[in-house]
């Protein structure tokens, strides 16, 4: 799906910061979110890694933007514990206004669908049994994808010619693993794109190079 | 926009709502959540990257291994583990500037430079990098030279990049331990040189 979090080449934004010296969790509650949004996209949740940006993806873009980073993350927590009804929808808010006060009733806790999921090795690299579709140096044609659920080939790299820089090994594909629809195992190659392939002919002159899996190209 | 978030409770209240809810139903246990903090607070951060910087910088050797096979050479001195399980290794040259960057979230290498931060997982940055890198450079404080060829890479799959600078002049007689704490996260990212002492 197309979502908030697909970035690239967006404007708008204005210029971008200069970068400081700054700790790791600029607050302690930021600590608190990465710890239990680490421990939700797995243990708790029972979903996975590419689950938790798919999240992120379903984000509304208020969700996604107003809270900062590990803001973001911990509405994309809520979202997991919600989908693995672990917490009713509405909890977090409720509890955090009791706490401050307000005479508010909690939801009851339902009970828990985790998904029917066991990933097959630790991390995202797997083997596959057959070699690469495509070699090193090899043009090839990104295609035209707008799947209704989560996608890695972003917007501004559809449709789009490039040459193949370096085959990479096999990795789960994240579009049917964040769904629990299988792994899909395949792989990765680095293709390198012109910067007036993406931006036309009067874009500053540069060379882009993305990730890109293998069922998202093709020779034509 | 839509509904301006008026009403909306902040993340500090939320996240310790959601802490307590969890703790209540024995699915978390706060000091395992104070373990994972401590680690990226003390342990995992541009420190690790900045040695393998200098090791390759004081041991062709190990600098000739580690753009072969980045993965293996930076596992070799102990880094490793979630974000880091496939490392591609950049190098900066007179007539080549690398840069990287996550457009769909802000992937970055952990073991090597730890979490990313605020600037990586800007809107600015993940937008303006892939469209005017050169203009976003010189936003940030770094003017590459008109002839330097600039290379963006959006780690936008499970690759996970790490930038080895060019060694400042001056720094001969360094050894490694002096020279990686020269290194500095945003030249291990491309958005920085190493300045000369």
Not at chain 1, 15 to 39: M, Y
Not at chain 1, 135 to 155: A, I, M, N, S
Request: glycine share 8%.
């Amino acid at each position: 799906m197309d979502s908030i979090a697909d970035m690239g080449g967006t404007q708008g934004w204005g210029p971008a910061r200069i970068p400081t010296d700054e700790p790791p969790f600029a607050e302690p509650w930021e600590g608190r979110s990465f710890a239990l949004t680490v421990l939700t996209m797995g243990r708790i949740s029972g979903r996975n890694l590419d689950a938790f940006r798919h999240a992120l993806g379903r984000l509304h873009p208020v969700d996604y933007l107003v809270d900062g980073y590990y803001g973001r993350w911990l509405n994309a927590a809520e979202l997991m514990l919600t989908d693995s009804t672990v917490l009713a929808p509405g909890a977090v808010d409720a509890r955090a206004r009791r706490n401050r006060g307000e005479d508010v009733e909690e939801p009851a806790f339902p009970e828990p669908t985790r998904p029917d999921y066991q990933a097959t090795a630790p991390g995202s690299l797997r083997e596959v049994d057959h070699g690469p579709a495509f070699g090193v140096g090899e043009v090839v044609h990104t295609k035209d994808l707008h799947p209704q659920g989560p996608t890695k080939l972003p917007r501004y790299l559809r449709r789009r010619t490039g040459t193949v820089h370096a085959v990479r090994p096999p990795h789960v594909l994240p579009d049917t693993h964040a769904v629990f629809a299988g792994e899909n195992p395949q792989h990765v190659y680095t293709v390198a794109f012109p910067s007036t392939e993406l931006w036309g002919p009067d874009a500053e002159p540069f060379t882009l190079h993305a990730e890109v899996f293998e069922s998202y190209l093709e020779t034509r | 926009m839509t509904d301006a978030p008026s009403g909306r409770l902040s993340p500090a209240l939320r996240t310790e709502a959601l802490e307590q809810l969890l703790v209540e139903r024995e699915l978390v246990d706060p000091a395992v959540m104070d373990a994972f903090i401590t680690t990226y607070e003390r342990d995992v951060g541009p420190l690790n990257g900045a040695r393998v910087v200098a090791r390759a910088w004081t041991d062709p050797e190990y600098r000739a291994w580690l753009l072969q096979d980045g993965t293996a050479a930076i596992k070799d001195l102990g880094y490793g583990g979630p974000q880091g399980e496939h490392m591609v290794v950049l190098e900066q040259t007179e007539d080549v500037h690398h840069v990287v960057v996550c457009t769909l979230c802000s992937c970055y290498p952990w073991p090597v430079l730890g979490l990313p931060p605020s600037w990586y997982k800007d809107p600015a940055y993940r937008a303006g990098m892939v469209r005017t890198p050169r203009r976003t450079l010189r936003e940030m404080g770094l003017e590459v030279p008109e002839g330097r060829e600039i290379q963006v890479w959006d780690s936008s799959a499970e690759v996970r990049y790490l930038v080895l600078p060019r060694r400042p002049a001056g720094t001969e007689e360094w050894d490694a331990e002096a020279l990686a704490a020269l290194v500095t996260r945003d030249a291990m990212v491309g958005v920085a040189e190493v300045a000369a002492p």
